[in-house]
Structure formats: structure tokens, C-alpha cells
């Protein structure tokens, strides 16, 4: 929303993140709202459940709990508002992505703590995660800290059962350590830096299991959709 000499209006002046990590904002429908921990918890709750489309990682004063974390140092790191005919795609710091029916999680309330959903070796973590269409037509971006972008067909993912480690999305180049984003888009997209700049780019599709290119700038530090 642009203020009237139109400049945006401030994330803040909608809703209070003084004290908390904006995870996502998603849009009012039909579909169930799908959460992902970073400790690989999965869990779907219906909007009309919730007072408001905000999503945080923990709740805080005035908020509302969407889901019931466990481990203290768990939180939510996706939500994201698949139809029930969609796969998720959940990818890992160790570049594991493992794509689930989104019908294999059930719909849960506000205080339910989710379910199994990627299974994780030790000291991995989810990175990121977002639906996959029923026809399985977009593409899987991956970013690691290296520099080390990706991209590959969506339906290169085979499904798994949930609770499952899945497959490798990339594979790690000497400069890198960690997947630090990921992105699932059937649009254009772009490379963010750590100052806040978008660079355009584009790579071909190459298999799920190769090495990237170099991304287009140093200091690359997610990947996002435009629109």
C-alpha cells in the first residue's frame, strides 16, 4: 500500500514484528495455511481458524498461536497456502529436498504441533519450502553459501512418504558449506543481496543432483519470485 504521496507504507504500521521474525504474509482463500519447522515439523491449519493472515515465528504478546513448537529453539521457517491436489517441497541447509503429498498432512487446530515432516541428519536444518503444482510444471531454485545457484525442473523430484530424507538438489561445490535458500516458482525470479539490491538472472535447467553457476553477484543472499 502506497501512502498518498506514494511513498509504501510501513510493514509496521499493520502489524507489530518489534519483537518477532516475520515468516510470511498469505493471502485470504479456500486453501489450508502449510507451516514448516526448521527441525522438519509439518503442519496444515485452516485460515478460517486463524484471526488474521499474519504468520510469525513465535507468538508474542498479542499474537496468536498457529502452531505449537516443542523445542524451544524450533521455528517456523515457511507457510506458505497449497491446494490440496499439491506437493510440497521442503529443502535442507545439507541440500536434501523432499517432496510430500500436501494431502499427507492433515489439517490440525491453532494448538496442534504438526507432524513428522522431513526427516533430518544430524545438524541439518529446513531452509525453505513452498508448493509444488499438481502438474509439477515450475522449477526448483537453490542458493547455497558459496555462491553455488541452481535450478532445476520440479517434476525431477520424485514424491516420498513424509518423514523421509528425500534427494539431493545440488550438489556442494568446494566454497560451499550450506543450501541458504531455495525458491519454487513458475515466474521470472531474481537474486537478492545482502544491501537489498535484486539482480536479474537466469540459469539453464541442469539435474537435481548437479552443481550451479556462479550467482551473479558476491554477496547473493536469496533468491526471490517477481512479478
Known amino acids: 500500500e502506497l501512502a498518498a504521496d506514494g511513498t509504501p507504507t510501513p510493514l509496521s504500521a499493520f502489524v507489530d514484528i518489534s519483537d518477532r521474525t516475520l515468516v510470511a504474509l498469505v493471502e485470504d482463500g479456500e486453501n489450508n495455511v502449510m507451516l514448516v519447522t526448521k527441525h522438519g515439523l509439518a503442519k496444515r491449519?485452516?485460515?478460517?481458524?486463524?484471526?488474521?493472515?499474519?504468520?510469525?515465528?513465535?507468538a508474542g504478546t498479542d499474537g496468536v498461536p498457529v502452531m505449537s513448537l516443542k523445542d524451544a529453539d524450533d521455528q517456523v521457517v515457511a507457510a506458505f497456502t497449497p491446494a490440496d491436489a499439491d506437493s510440497a517441497a521442503i529443502v535442507t541447509a545439507g541440500g536434501r529436498l523432499l517432496r510430500i503429498a500436501v494431502d499427507k498432512v492433515r489439517p490440525q487446530g491453532r494448538a496442534a504441533g504438526g507432524v513428522a515432516g522431513v526427516a533430518l541428519s544430524d545438524g541439518d536444518e529446513v531452509v525453505a519450502a513452498g508448493a509444488?503444482?499438481?502438474?509439477?510444471?515450475?522449477?526448483?531454485?537453490?542458493?547455497?553459501?558459496?555462491?553455488?545457484?541452481?535450478?532445476?525442473?520440479?517434476?525431477?523430484?520424485?514424491?516420498?512418504?513424509?518423514?523421509?530424507?528425500g534427494v539431493r538438489c545440488i550438489?556442494?561445490?568446494s566454497a560451499d558449506s550450506r543450501v541458504t535458500s531455495a525458491l519454487v516458482t513458475n515466474e521470472t525470479w531474481s537474486a537478492l543481496t545482502a544491501s537489498g539490491k535484486t539482480l536479474s538472472t537466469s540459469v539453464d535447467l541442469v539435474k537435481r543432483d548437479a552443481s550451479g553457476v556462479q550467482a551473479p553477484s558476491a554477496n547473493s543472499v536469496a533468491i526471490q519470485a517477481k512479478r
Open 171 to 173: 550438489a556442494m561445490k
Open 45 to 58: 491449519v485452516s485460515l478460517p481458524t486463524m484471526p488474521s493472515t499474519q504468520v510469525v515465528n513465535r
Open 132 to 165: 509444488v503444482e499438481a502438474d509439477a510444471s515450475q522449477i526448483v531454485v537453490v542458493l547455497t553459501d558459496g555462491e553455488n545457484l541452481k535450478a532445476s525442473s520440479a517434476e525431477d523430484y520424485p514424491m516420498k512418504g513424509r518423514g523421509t530424507s
